[in-house]
């Protein structure tokens, strides 16, 4: 049955709403794909694209460089294209591979790795915070949320997204629900994270359908609230903020937590290589491919595990840095 909501009209339309379905068929919404995919599709009734083969000539006139457009939104429908490209491929036919702008075309942003002292910092400085009329739950909230984001890796719209059922304190576990691949996904929760959650639970009432973390008006607590939060964080942790674009990011704080945990794989010598596939799926990764980014990140903040990841992949690390083009759109 089909499920793509996005309607395809142009030559392309059985392969992509086939190319969708299959996606959705293993679990993901994959809906920002089918939209993106939409633009393709109307960039083939525009120009009047009669064959449905994926040569050279139907990709440009979507993947093209646009006027005035940041080279990474030319680079995330040329990533696209090429998972599209990887699809029919696997399915006997012969479609072009885009290639990628030159390196030094496309502005990737370096994650910000907090350190251990500068976690502690920023925990400290969020449980500082008293009690205000201007911010009547932040003394409570800004706790919680931060812990959160170090101790699970999720992203702050998964996180502002929990409600009280997806917390469940006698397993020591999270629901990730609404994520960006559309899989829920269990995470356990350390001991420490669990009696954070514990305080909070005793000092705020909720049904179970209950958002756990709410605005001034009542709703869901938007990203920019908490961002504005985030910088205060910073400021009483003395690190300093480099500049739009150039962070911290709230989103580093994912970056720290998936570096932090492979570093202490190094160090209690388990198999990275079995490892990855964990660290995929506890991230929300379709792929082992994107969480393999973080082998590279890893050897640059922690020196001494460097000789052990070149060891063990070597042959991996120059591919990681090339596809890290390809998964920007993941790390958003």
């Known amino acids: 049955m089909n499920n793509t909501e996005v309607a395809f009209r142009s030559v392309f339309a059985a392969k992509l709403t086939a190319y969708i379905d299959e996606k959705q068929a293993l679990g993901y919404r994959y809906m920002a794909a089918a939209r993106l995919f939409k633009d393709f599709d109307n960039a083939m009734l525009r120009n009047n694209v009669e064959s449905d083969q994926l040569n050279e000539h139907a990709a440009a006139l979507w993947i093209a460089k646009r006027s005035g457009e940041k080279s990474n939104n030319q680079v995330s429908r040329i990533s696209a294209m090429r998972v599209f490209a990887e699809y ?5 036919e012969d479609a072009f591979m885009p290639a990628y702008p030159h390196q030094k075309d496309i502005q990737v942003y370096q994650p910000y790795i907090f350190d251990k002292a500068e976690v502690k910092r920023i925990f400290a400085a969020a449980d500082s915070f008293t009690y205000t009329k201007r911010s009547p739950l932040r003394h409570l909230t800004a706790p919680v949320i931060t812990k959160t984001l170090y101790g699970t890796g999720m992203r702050i719209s998964e996180v502002l997204n929990l409600k009280r059922k997806d ?52 709703g869901v607590m938007d990203k920019g609230t908490y961002y504005h939060t985030f910088r ?29 945990r492979l570093n202490q794989w190094a160090r209690e010598n388990k198999d990275i290589n079995a490892m990855l596939p964990i660290l995929a799926v506890y991230l929300g990764h379709e792929n082992v491919r994107i969480a393999s980014y973080y082998l590279r990140l890893t050897a640059q903040v922690f020196p001494e595990v460097t000789a052990m990841v070149e060891r063990d992949f070597g042959e991996v690390i120059p591919d990681i840095i090339a596809k890290e083009r390809e998964a920007l759109h993941e790390y958003a």
Request: glycine share 12%; net charge positive.
């Open 167 to 218: 917390v469940d304190l006698g397993q020591k576990s999270i629901m990730a629900r609404d994520t960006k691949g559309g899989k829920e996904r269990l995470l356990p929760i350390s001991e420490s994270l669990a009696n954070v959650y514990q305080q909070y639970f005793s000092q705020l009432r909720f049904a179970p359908g209950d958002h756990l973390f709410l605005g001034l008006r009542g």
């Open 232 to 260: 205060l964080l910073l400021e009483k942790a003395d690190i300093p903020h480099l500049g739009r674009g150039d962070g911290p990011r709230v989103h580093d704080f994912r970056h720290t937590f998936a570096v932090h």
């Open 88 to 92: 029919l491929r696997r399915h006997g």
